[in-house]
């Protein structure tokens, strides 16, 4: 879909070709005429329905463009905690960030900028690498994040049927335009479509000890799911090898993309209540807000000349070992990278305004006192491909953006599922997409989630 | 279904003792709906406690009960300019010599400025929960109680926000306003000074350069400004008219905030400037901001006839404001050398380089112009781009379109403030260095926004 030139059995590590599922990404409000998704839910295992309503016209008027063709491909079952925890993959229930990395965070997000030059680069690369995924110890999450997190699932594939239906109650409620647990059966047998669980035992738990309309939780819960599904790619990445989410960089990616998505569709008191509902979640889910704010691709390979001359390259042998850096051609480039990214995201003034006004230009200008060289565009040597032009003007470099929050956000997400139907490769193959941007965009997501 | 759901609200607001709480309103969507998305999530995730007058002045730390005179921001810009004896901060604000004690105008003011309080480190003395009142009303919707208030008071780390419920009622009495509007703009402000903060507080008190004059000038008009922006139309003249009116001077200095820009911090390597040279760049400096509003564009200049704000804010072309006329501003002064040599050489280079490359590349389109001298062209060019619009990128062009114009202002207008609100919290961030290449900038962009609103009649 997005890279026609690419051979991908001879660039990427994956044989087959991947394809993204869903290929509208707008994310334009919906107006008053368009068509109501049908959206079928089912009733798997809630014992009590009362609290909750699927027939509210505002559950579906909030979705926006993408998300309604979305809804209208991919049943709902509702189902009971146990249900939930059973189908849940163990491999998921675990939080990545935990407060060391957090207090780390602080340490480098404190660093002031002038003194990141010398003795704090090797722990800058060495967080970087962690993000990674290397010497990554997983946590289970406990009981802080379960009744925040374990609210929905998005499986690209129905689940072994038998493992819910023998934890289903005796009497299971019923609601309006709610089908009954056989026709789930059906549905679940017959097809191999992916599919959405939303555990509204748990969402009723929230709403009540936050003191929310369970209605609310629920859509935001939906919407979340529904964003994961939008971003996912046909022959998925789930649970292989090559599922980026398993990694740190990659988790806090797709929830951020997915929370993003959530709390696009709401505005005004409901959008902070949605607010305060992510601030409960884990540190992978707080760059909602940041994501929209900068691109993955900014850091295309023009500037890579520019600086490769400048930085020491021997602390990267030190630190990542020669195999590594010689099998990974990206790699040599960590001495450009670990300092601009961090400092160049640190200092991106969007924060301010909804409607973000940046020019590299005026931070050349502010940053000129610092000491630092050009960073934007090269002053001399070959100038910059039609990529990254189009990337300054949609972010709005030189002056205004020309591309509307939405538009950027959609960007950002356009480029993940690209780098996702190339198979996740991990190492830079020849294509523009490569990891460290992700992970550079990661970490910017960390901190600005954590910091904000 | 039980309707006790509804009550929540995205921030956590308590009563400590409040008996106006009463008459305000946080379940209105408007005060959620104004706030941007970073505000938004400051208010998650800071407690908000509201209290009595008793209470807040309590809480009021003693070191913060200063605010300017603007009796004495009037003529301050007048004496400052009197070579022979000029003009200090003592002036300005006469407590800040001895540092302890209140401001002998803070008892005037006290009930304008001590309606809201941000602490980044709170300290929860029980003198506040003795003079608490209203125990047992029963809290405005979405408000918890006394008792939840008690408990969150003593144990909840982190910074806290408290609003003087009695003060916000009884100012709005007095405007004959809606007490909420009140309410709002002291609320955004206080997310003002949150959004402000660094990752970290000032472990040291003293670090913090709110004590000093000029960083309480810059800190209140940023928050100030903050909480401004997010009103439109009716309900920003009426904050403006009414609100901001009558307050201190550092506040009212907000108007001017997103007009004038704050120089790179540092301007040079720290502790590398001797007396003279921090004279000179300090007259620099000075005359930059005088003449920032008022001095026009020389012929030959993007702008014949306009002063360098009016170009600012008019023209898209942020790139035409290093030429050669923004030098004639700071002439004769240290600061010229520092403009030359740090700015803007690059920037002159690159068009230059791109002008040259044009020429070569492009003879036919250009050969009338290739008759003139080369420099003479290349100022011909820029003049002719004024009119006709800019080749290189489509979205730049000079426009008379009035509407057009007034959306290039907004544009411009936040862009300023982001820029100078983004240097004040990174200087912040690095622990408020006190070397003069860092303070001689701050300073003398606080003296200008003072001088430069004591001036202004848009109250």
Not at chain 1, 203 to 216: G, V
Request: hydrophobic share 40%.
């Amino acid at each position: 879909m997005f890279f026609k030139g690419i051979n991908p059995s001879q660039e990427g590590p994956s044989k087959t070709p991947r394809r993204a599922r869903y290929s509208d990404f707008s994310f334009q409000r919906p107006k008053p005429e368009d068509p109501r998704p049908t959206i079928r839910i089912y009733n798997l295992g809630c014992q009590d329905l009362s609290p909750f309503d699927f027939s509210r016209p505002i559950l579906w008027r909030r979705m926006p463009t993408a998300l309604r063709k979305v809804a209208s491909s991919i049943p709902v079952f509702l189902v009971n905690s146990r249900q939930m925890d059973a189908i849940y993959p163990p491999s998921r229930k675990t939080i990545l960030v935990d407060e060391t990395i957090l207090e780390y965070c602080r340490e480098v997000a404190a660093i002031p900028l002038e003194v990141e030059d010398g003795h704090n680069f090797p722990q800058k690369l060495l967080f970087l690498s962690l993000l990674k995924g290397k010497e990554f110890s997983s946590r289970w999450w406990g009981e802080t994040y379960e009744p925040f997190v374990a609210m929905g699932l998005y499986l690209p594939e129905p689940p072994e049927l038998q493992r819910i239906l023998e934890r289903s109650p005796e009497n299971m409620g019923t609601g309006k335009g709610i089908r009954s647990q056989e026709e789930a059966k059906q549905v679940l047998q017959n097809h191999q479509c992916p599919v959405i669980f939303l555990c509204c035992e748990r969402i009723y738990k929230t709403a009540e000890s936050e003191r929310m309309d369970p209605n609310l939780v629920l859509d935001m819960v939906y919407y979340h799911e529904l964003g994961h599904a939008l971003l996912d790619v046909e022959e998925s990445l789930w649970d292989t090898s090559e599922d980026p989410y398993k990694a740190p960089f990659g988790r806090i990616i797709e929830e951020s993309a997915a929370n993003w998505i959530a709390y696009y569709c709401f505005t005004g008191k409901e959008a902070g209540l949605v607010q305060r509902l992510i601030h409960r979640q884990p540190m992978e889910y707080q760059g909602y807000a940041a994501f929209e704010e900068a691109p993955v691709l900014f850091f295309g390979k023009e500037q890579v000349y520019y600086h490769l001359l400048r930085k020491d390259q021997r602390l990267i042998f030190l630190l990542l070992g020669e195999q590594e850096v010689m099998c990974s051609f990206e790699s040599i480039f960590l001495s450009f990278y670990w300092r601009r990214p961090a400092w160049f995201y640190q200092s991106w003034p969007a924060i301010w305004h909804a409607e973000p006004v940046i020019s590299l230009h005026e931070l050349d200008l502010h940053w000129a006192g610092q000491g630092a060289i050009h960073i934007t565009v090269p002053m001399s040597g070959p100038q910059p491909s039609a990529l990254y032009q189009t990337i300054q003007h949609k972010w709005g470099l030189w002056s205004r953006p020309t591309a509307s929050p939405e538009e950027r956000a959609k960007l950002n997400m356009l480029w993940w599922v690209a780098y996702k139907e190339l198979g996740a490769p991990r190492e830079k193959k020849g294509y523009y997409v490569f990891p460290l941007s992700f992970l550079v965009f990661a970490y910017y997501l960390l901190l600005r989630g954590a910091f904000s | 279904m039980d309707s006790k759901f509804y009550e929540a609200l995205p921030a956590t607001i308590y009563n400590l003792g409040s008996c106006a709480a009463r008459c305000l309103d946080f379940t209105r969507e408007e005060l959620w709906a104004r706030m941007s998305t970073p505000l938004r999530h400051k208010a998650v995730q800071i407690p908000v406690f509201l209290v009595n007058e008793a209470q807040m002045d309590i809480l009021y730390p003693p070191e913060r009960r200063k605010v300017i005179d603007p009796e004495n921001a009037k003529d301050w810009r007048e004496k400052r300019r009197n070579p022979d004896n000029p003009a200090t901060w003592q002036d300005l604000d006469p407590s800040s010599s001895d540092g302890k004690g209140p401001s002998p105008s803070w008892s005037r003011y006290k009930r304008i400025v001590a309606m809201g309080l941000y602490v980044c480190n709170p300290k929860a003395p029980s003198e506040v929960l003795a003079k608490a009142e209203c125990k047992d009303d029963s809290p405005p919707t979405g408000v918890l109680g006394f008792s939840k208030a008690e408990k969150a008071c003593k144990h909840h780390k982190g910074p806290h926000i408290y609003l003087c419920c009695e003060r916000i009622v009884s100012f709005a009495k007095e405007k004959g306003i809606d007490p909420n509007l009140v309410l709002d703009k002291v609320y955004y402000h206080e997310l003002g000074h949150a959004v402000l903060k660094g990752v970290r507080c000032f472990e040291k008190p003293e670090d913090d350069p709110y004590l000093e004059t000029w960083g309480r000038i810059i800190e209140e008009s940023a928050a100030e400004w903050i909480s401004y922006v997010h009103f439109r139309g009716r309900e920003q003249l009426l904050v403006r008219k009414v609100l901001m009116k009558d307050k201190p001077a550092e506040y009212r200095s907000c108007v001017v905030f997103h007009r004038i820009p704050l120089f790179p911090l540092p301007m040079a390597e720290p502790n590398n400037w001797d007396e003279n040279t921090q004279q000179g760049i300090r007259s620099g400096l000075r005359s930059f901001y005088e003449g920032w509003m008022d001095q026009k564009f020389p012929w030959g200049t993007p702008g014949p006839g306009k002063s360098f704000y009016e170009v600012w804010m008019t023209q898209k072309l942020p790139w035409v404001i290093p030429s050669t006329g923004m030098l004639s501003l700071v002439k004769g002064t240290l600061l010229e050398d520092w403009v030359r040599g740090k700015l803007f050489y690059m920037r002159e280079r690159q068009e230059w380089k791109e002008y040259k490359d044009l020429l070569i590349m492009d003879l036919g389109r250009w050969v009338g112009f290739l008759s003139l001298p080369l420099w003479d062209a290349w100022v011909a060019r820029r003049a002719f781009f004024l009119f006709f619009g800019y080749p290189s990128w489509g979205a730049v062009k000079v426009t008379t379109n009035p509407k057009t114009l007034i959306r290039h202002r907004a544009l411009f207008t936040s862009f300023m403030a982001s820029l100078n609100l983004s240097a004040w919290r990174a200087y912040k961030e690095l622990g408020a260095p006190r070397e003069p290449e860092y303070v001689i900038p701050l300073e003398e962009f606080a003296a200008a926004l003072i001088n430069l609103s004591s001036q202004a009649y848009v109250f």
